[in-house]
């Protein structure tokens, strides 16, 4: 199986990743479930704001997926009506936070890297009979995957431009009894 970092633009089929603990480094809100996409593109015009008046700063840090941004949503507890989106690049593990930005740790876990366009239900539904399934328990997040080349010159239109990251377990078939396999 295949690392994060080896993730490749337009390549048109759902794969499944590893992903070691990572460091996401960028800018984050917190938005109203069922309120729209204001909120979101408002985080998003605040972060082109940001990169355009110090570029360099997130193109200067390591990347653990190489010329690509995530739109990270999570933090949504049972009940909550908010969620987080967070704006950022995936870094690895213990990487320097530059001053005036935001992080969060992620642990360690397989991810399906989605087709270009995909819903997140037909990223799970893809996954899930090839022995991974969500685990939101442990998991509780997923993030849109924007890849730089696929901005510049998309694959597809008339639909969602990015690609769904989703976290997944495998599923180990023992005496008839599923047990969740966290372990990478």
Known sequence: MKSINEIKSFVEEQEIFIM???RLIG???RCK??????????????FGEINDKYPAVLDSLPRAIPNALLGWTGDCPKGSDTYSYFISVACPSGTTVPDGYSYR???ASYVAKGEYGDDIGGVINKFTPNGFITCYTDLGWNAELYLDDEEKDPPKNNCSPFRWLVPCVKVDKMKNNMVLNNKV
Do not use: F, H, R, S
């Open 27 to 29: 800018i984050e809100g």
């Open 33 to 46: 479930l069922n309120a729209g996409n204001k909120e979101v593109l408002d985080l998003w015009q605040k």
């Open 20 to 22: 070691p603990e990572v």
């Open 105 to 107: 740790d992620i642990p």
